[in-house]
């Protein structure tokens, strides 16, 4: 089954129920390398979202599988719960952390 422009709630029920093994798996996959503080099941709750954001917007016209779709959904849901809370940083942030560090012990050397 994949999702139509005239999907009922049923039908999405039906498809949240059968795509849940997948949100799982990818939960699963991204905590291993995560700190272990980070807790899954707040992974899968952020990938339910991705994937009922999946459900409404995808477009069959596409020629994408739905699954292939779920799958960038999913784990795009996860990844932005993660630095939302502020558990993930993204490149552009640990780039720009790191050159602060760097000009700090720099202003340190020099002030000594």
């Known amino acids: 089954m994949s999702p139509d422009k005239d999907f009922d709630a049923s039908g999405r029920d039906e498809l949240i129920i059968r795509y849940t093994p997948l949100i799982k798996f990818i939960a699963n996959r991204l905590a291993m390398r995560l700190p272990p503080h980070i807790d899954v ?9 991705g994937l009922i954001d999946a459900i409404e917007k995808y477009d069959s016209s596409r020629e994408v599988r739905f699954k292939t779709y779920a799958e ?20 552009l942030d640990a780039d720009a952390a790191g050159v602060e560090g760097l000009t ?5 050397d020099q002030l000594r």
């Open 72 to 91: 960038f959904r999913i784990r795009g849901a996860m990844l932005d719960e993660l630095r939302a809370d502020g558990m993930f940083v993204s490149s």
């Open 104 to 108: 700090y012990a720099w202003t340190v």
């Open 41 to 49: 099941n707040d992974l899968i709750s952020s990938g339910v979202l």
